[in-house]
């Protein structure tokens, strides 16, 4: 789904909430009832409201939290072979992307390529706004993994999951746009 779409859906339903308001206050002046449910109406929106700008807001942070980009990305959380996790992922309107770099043993690693990466040829190329600490490097006994439709919420998107075999450091990056 398109931001465009979203923020149109949102418009709309913040249009009717005001003209439900709006319509109220017009008619408390001639029906003294109307005060009474103007009042019941903003308690039941605010009640409605805020609740979900806090989850919208806790969705949005848990993304900075690496073990929570972990699960999302590979659907199990860090197990006991990651050291040294970080990331974060980012979604935005239409497109999004995820940074996680960690240590991890060679089953983790082999869990983790499972049947969705292959071999891929070389060091892919990444967007030069890569964070700090996500610096994979090339060496002999790097190994490069690539997996196309990586997320489904998305209509297109890849992934590389670069690992060095010496080291064990691992590090993985996902994109998706729609």
Request: no cysteine.
């Amino acid at each position: 789904m398109g931001i465009g779409l979203i923020i149109l859906f949102w418009v709309a339903v913040a249009a009717l909430l005001l003209a439900a308001y709006l319509g109220l206050a017009r008619a408390s002046r001639r029906w003294p009832r109307a005060r009474s449910l103007k009042k019941v109406f903003v308690a039941v929106v605010a009640a409605l409201v805020v609740p979900v700008i806090i989850l919208a807001a806790l969705d949005f942070a848990g993304n900075f939290f690496p073990g929570r980009v972990f699960k999302a990305s590979f659907g199990f959380s860090p197990p006991p072979g990651v050291a040294e996790l970080e990331g974060r992922k980012v979604v935005l309107g239409d497109g999004g992307e995820a940074y996680l770099r960690f240590k991890a043993d060679k089953p983790t690693v082999e869990r983790l390529i499972g049947g969705r990466f292959r071999l891929h040829a070389g060091m892919p190329s990444f967007p030069p706004s890569t964070p700090d600490y996500w610096k994979p490097v090339s060496t002999p006994s790097t190994r490069y993994y690539r997996a196309d439709r990586f997320d489904d919420s998305f209509a297109f998107s890849q992934a590389f999951l670069i690992y060095d075999e010496a080291t064990g450091v691992v590090h993985f990056h996902w994109s998706g746009v729609d």
